[in-house]
């Protein structure tokens, strides 16, 4: 037999980390790294997050899971919570960003069909986005790299040029639901949304009664800055799917939705097992208490201010390996000349500076929200060197 017992879908390096201690993870053999990955946007407040801990250790002795057959103090709290701090009116919790994708898919489908509108049933969605791994979230994708042996997808999404609100207008039929879009794709290489086509599309769906969903599993909870990134655009969604940083490392997600947006998700319609058991809403509950104000925001945007002038003053020393900087607050990403996998193995390897690789040659810089001056310093420090000695043709 020579297939690992982990399946072996993931092409895992060497970095085997045991530990961790706020902003770095602790290999095996004791090697430190500074983790500017954060489990790709996940760990928001780090690893070792004394206010986290405690609500799951507390809630780990107390109750841990429950069926949703039963009343839920613990998740209506939550979901109170989130409905108090945004647009939406109710909330479904998920284990998972694209279980939170795939509700807010049905959702946008239920809301026409609910109404005898069988015939509207197609998103629309943006090259090269990334919603997921289920069969619904990589139909949602363009990307043929994920759908590579799936075949045959799911029927009902159509794509379309991101930032393309003309090509995006052009594609609507009878049978459009709605729209899907992440405001800054992640795993399409930190491209943000602009203001003409974020609002354009609500525009289009306001005017067309359609569902403008919006994926904000990466760019969401507080990573620019604002606990959404829509709210910087001025726009509300009608319905939206979170996860990755909202469990600060605990899986949860969540698909959020105004009461119009949601009429069709009724008695039956959708649940899951373990969706929004008392453990996941502790932890969430833990993140929200640390994210979820003023002064935190505004400390992300100052850092992330801080970072980006640093970045933009290193990358002039290394015009033939850079070319840019893009993204929001703490969700940036290093545009390169060359392709930042070489790049990334080689600050991971050489200076135990963990980075993430992205789309459109982008190298993602993702740090824990919590990240301090002294740990910005190092992060500059390793980057600097890691340039200087960086040999692409090695690499
Ligand atoms: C990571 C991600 C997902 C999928 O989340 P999983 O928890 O891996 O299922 C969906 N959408 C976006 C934008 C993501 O970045």
Known sequence: ??????????PRCGVRPVRGEHCHLIDEDGTRYLDFAAGIAVNLLGHSHPGLIGAIQTQAATLMHVSNLY??????????????????????????????VECAIKTARAYHQSAGNHEKFELITFNNAFHGRTMATISASNQEKMHKGFSPLLAGFRYVEFNDLEGAK?????????FLVEPIQGEGGIRTGTEDFLRGLRRLADA???????????CGMARTGT????????????????????GGGFPLGACLATEEAAR??????????????????????AVLDAVANDAFLA?????GERIRARLEQFIGNYPELFEGIRGKGLMLGLKMKLEPRPFMQHLRDNHRLLTVAAGDQTLRIL?????????????????????????PAKA
């Open 1 to 10: 037999m020579s297939i690992t017992p982990l399946m072996p879908v993931y």
């Open 367 to 391: 740090p824990p929200l919590i990240v301090g001056d002294a740990e910005i310093d190092e992060f500059f420090d390793k980057l600097s060197a890691g340039a200087a000695d960086y040999d």
């Open 71 to 100: 009343g839920s103090p613990q998740g209506e709290a939550l979901a109170q919570r989130l409905v108090d701090l945004t647009f939406a009116d109710t909330v479904f919790f998920t284990n998972s960003g694209a279980e939170a």
């Open 170 to 178: 052009a594609a609507m039929t009878p049978q459009t639901a709605g």
């Open 299 to 303: 400390e992300v945007r100052d850092k």
């Open 264 to 285: 069709g998700m009724t008695f039956g319609t959708h649940g899951s097992t373990y969706g929004g058991n008392p453990l996941a809403m502790a932890a969430g509950m």
């Open 208 to 218: 067309n009664d359609l569902m403008l969903v919006l994926d904000e599993v990466q």
């Open 227 to 246: 606990l959404f990134f829509h709210e910087q655009v001025g726009i509300e969604p009608d319905i939206m799917a979170i996860a990755k940083g909202i």
